[in-house]
T-cell receptor, first 113, second 116 residues
Framework: DTGVSQNPRHKITKRGQNVTFRCDPI?????LYWYRQTLGQGPEFLTYFQNEAQLEKSRLLSDRFSAERPKGSFSTLEIQRTEQGDSAMYLCASSRGQSYGYTFGSGTRLTVV | AQTVTQSQPEMSVQEAETVTLSCTYDTSENNYYLFWYKQPPSRQMILVIRQEAYKQQNATENRFSVNFQKAAKSFSLKISDSQLGDTAMYFC?????????????FGKGTHLIIQP
């Protein structure tokens, strides 16, 4: 169990650019989640995968956001045409079931300048 | 929709003291899970303790215990014999059971500072 890995740890981008983050969950976990956390707030749910199927998307996830989980393994989160309001910590978590809680990664901190 | 409220933005106690962090939630669900997560300055969220709503017995994990009052929709965390390493943000979180999305709903957190 090597934990949940997220890359990159930090990303600085210019407004209007596209960015992509990667999450490698714990291998035996079939559930994968993306959250966004802004300063002084708790994480907010973005989207959820069970295996390769994206089962839920939050209303926070605008059309500029897309997430994939090909083959039910790693996941990517892409933000197109970034805006300053997208600046946040993007957290990935995985789980083997509802009652077990999540294992979180260290997050990707995005700064849009 | 569920809401989670943590009314203490920041707390500070001396090392070895006992501290209680409060959490209340609002839901129409009868079956759900409650969690406390710790987020140290390194930013990785760590699960501290979890509670199933159908269990009346309060969960305990070493120095961490909860006081779960289902009727009052209250879920407080007690940390006994606090240590410097307990300094972190603590988030209370709710998850409903059953079908559909099972995302966690978090409170805004309590910043706990353990003073030497």
């Amino acid at each position: 169990d090597t934990g949940v890995s997220q890359n990159p740890r930090h990303k600085i981008t210019k407004r209007g650019q596209n960015v992509t983050f990667r999450c490698d969950p714990i291998s035996e976990h079939n559930r994968l989640y993306w959250y966004r956390q802004t300063l002084g707030q708790g994480p907010e749910f973005l989207t959820y995968f069970q295996n390769e199927a994206q089962l839920e998307k939050s209303r926070l996830l605008s059309d500029r956001f897309s997430a994939e989980r090909p083959k039910g393994s790693f996941s990517t989160l892409e933000i197109q045409r970034t805006e300053q309001g997208d600046s946040a910590m993007y957290l990935c978590a995985s789980s083997r079931g509802q009652s077990y809680g999540y294992t979180f990664g260290s997050g990707t901190r995005l700064t849009v300048v | 929709a569920q809401t989670v409220t943590q009314s203490q933005p920041e707390m500070s106690v001396q090392e070895a003291e006992t501290v209680t962090l409060s959490c209340t939630y609002d839901t129409s669900e009868n079956n759900y899970y409650l969690f406390w997560y710790k987020q140290p300055p390194s930013r990785q969220m760590i699960l501290v303790i979890r509670q199933e709503a159908y269990k009346q017995q309060n969960a305990t994990e070493n120095r961490f215990s909860v006081n779960f009052q289902k009727a009052a929709k209250s879920f407080s965390l007690k940390i006994s014999d606090s240590q410097l390493g307990d300094t972190a943000m603590y988030f209370c979180a709710f998850m409903k059971t059953g079908g559909g999305a099972d995302g966690l709903t978090f409170g805004k957190g309590t910043h706990l500072i353990i003073q030497p």
